[in-house]
Each structure stands twice: as structure tokens, then as C-alpha cells.
């Protein structure tokens, strides 16, 4: 056991420290696998959505509910923390390991601000405008899509969250770097998703 | 393999060789550039819908491809897919991109307009 102590001499920064070992060189080409995967399932939701979108049954329609003040909130938002999570990953590489944990700290409360608005939004539909998930086609299709976003955003918080709890007093080391790397692409993936929801539902639907 | 640069749970000490920082605070700009551009773009989509005078048939396709550059800004500035040994994560992202594009309008007709 003692001999494992005496391994961690401490090690020069190298350029790329997210790909530095073969680790982490796998978990990057994964991750991009995996986003693939992603881009496929969000394309069945658009679809579907974009397919019943006009079978409001006799609820309200998309007209009726959308408020673009609230989206354009929303999106700014979003936008913003995809900067914060690339500010965290410049300091990572630049070695400055408080300056990713502040800069993902920031991310994550930019996500969570943007899901208190989403919370809000579903909440307002369901209780002043009777828009239920069963209430018709467009309602299922739109809280399907909508919802499956924020999920991966609720999962993106808990995720750098728990990466930065986990991590907070180690410094950078070549584990950790790949973890908020691929984290980081996670939630520029996730306002990916959103440029198209706020286009084709609410730009769309207004 | 030296046994210094294979434990990957020592901390990483020093900082980045003058060529990486020079490289970084290039990065850095261009991202905060497409980030005002970015801004820019959604506030001019939304401003599009929201003026009454621009009709629909124009500003639906101009939304669509203010959404497809922000998103290329996103995946090449921000997720880094031009650098250098990313061939394999494009082609797994496009291979998605692919599928998706034919997904969409596939359902859009068959529960929108066949319905089945």
C-alpha cells in the first residue's frame, strides 16, 4: 500500500489533458458515439411532434400558450451557460483547476435556473390552460419532446454536480480531466437540442 | 511506459507551454466572437416571428437556417470537431445527423399526414 503513495508524483500539464491517456482518449470517442445516438432519438421526438402538432383535440393551441417573452428567457439562458462550460474547459487546459470547478459551478446554476423556468412553463400550461399530457395529440407529443429536454438537462446538473462535489479537493488530474470534458460537450449537446426546440416548436408555433 | 506519466490520480502541476496559451487565448477569442454572434442570430430569429410584417413562408426557412449555423457554431467552436484527430467523432455525429434528417420527415408524413 505504502509503495501505491509513493506513485502519485505530481506531473506536467499536457496540452491536451482530456486525451492524454488511452482512458481518456476512449471515453471521448464514446461520448461522441453516444451523441450520435442522441441526435437519432431527439429526431423521432421533432418528428412525431411534428407530425400531430396540429391535433389539439379541443384543447388549446399552440398559439394560444406559447409566450415568446418567457422562451427568449430561456434561451439566453442556455446559451450563456454553453460559454460558462467553455470557459471551464479553457481554465482546465490552461491548469487552472479553480477556475473550472468556479466556471461549472456557474453552469450548473444556469441549468438550474433554466429548469425552474421550464418547471414554471409546464405548470402555467397545465393548471391556467388545462393542457394535460393526455389532453391531445399535441399536448402528449410537445411535453414529450419539450420534457426529454429537460431531463437531459435535470441529468446534466446532477451529473457536473456530482462530478464537482467528487472532485473538489483532488486539483486536475488526468481521471478527471475526460470526466468534465465529456460532461462538458454533454451540455453543449443539450442548447444544441435547444436551438431546434425553441426554432421548430416555439418560433414555429407561435 | 514511464511510470511518472501513467498515474493518471497525481495532480497536474505547471501550466500550459507559451505555444498552448498562445493557442488557448486564440480559442478563447473566436469563442467569445461566435458566442455575440450566436446572441445575435437568436435575437434576430425571434425578432422575425415577432414582427407581424414578415410572412410566414419567408420566415419559417430563415429561422430553419439561423438555427443550422448556430448549431454548426456550436459543434465546431464550441465541441471542437475541427481539431485535429476528431475524424472518428464526426463520423459518428454525422452518421446521427444522417438518420436524423431522414427520421423527421418520415414520421411527419406517416403520423401527420397518413396517419396511421
Known sequence: MAQAEEVKHDQALPPYPEKATLEGKNKFLGFWFFLGGETVLFASLFGTYLGLRNGVADGPTSQELFHLDLVFYMTMILLTSSLTSVFAIINMKKGNYKGLLGWMWATVALGVAFLSFEIYEFWDYTVNYGLGFSTSAFASSFYTLVGTHGAHVLFGVLWISTLLIRYAKTGLTLTNAPKFYTASLYWHFIDVVWVFIFTVVYLMGV | MDPHVSDPSAPLKGGPSKKTEKKLAKEARHQVVSFVFMIFLTSVAFLTVASDTIPNRF?????????????LMQLYYFMHLNDR?????????WTGIFVAIMTVPTLMLLIGVIKF
Do not use: E, S, Y
Open chain 2, 85 to 93: 484527430g476528431n475524424g472518428w467523432n464526426n463520423i459518428m455525429l
Open chain 2, 59 to 71: 420566415a419559417i426557412p430563415f429561422i430553419l437556417l439561423i438555427a443550422v449555423v448556430q448549431v
